[in-house]
């Protein structure tokens, strides 16, 4: 698998499937940073590293894919980061790093099976993002790679 993977592009709107009122709010990245993904990053969740607007670096969990659960139509790479933001940041720079596969997409019978997998998935993630492998594309790499 082609990991780490550095990207870049802006936050646009998803489907308004209510990631948020899950309590996981999913950053949603455009098109063409979505076409250019390498084939062999396969749809799945992983965990690495994410910034907004060439600010703070923190620990994000992410999904590639078509979601199963809600039968989408159109690949997505969405992105939620572990901080809690003051506001929305739609239109802006969504700059990651994705370190680690985590699990392939499953589809899950019912909204709590998907709530329950959300947090195991970023229970993981952050732990996963603290071991030093994982933790140095946080620093100086990030920065190298997506200034
Ligand atoms: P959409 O379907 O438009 O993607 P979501 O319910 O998934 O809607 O919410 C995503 C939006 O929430 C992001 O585009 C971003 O502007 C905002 N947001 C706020 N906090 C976070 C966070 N911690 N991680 C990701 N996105 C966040
Ligand atoms: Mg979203």
Redesign the pocket.
Known sequence: MALPFFASGT?V????????ELGV????LADEVVDNLPDQLTCGVYCGFASVNHGTVYPMCLSIGWNPYYKNEKRTM????????DK???GEILKIVIVEYIRPMLDFKSLEELKLAISSDIRISTEKLLEEKCAEFSKHKFSVHLS
């Open positions: 936050v709107h998803g489907f308004g499937r209510g990631s948020k709010p999913t950053a949603n969405e992105t939620h980061i572990m901080h809690s933001f929305d940041f739609y």
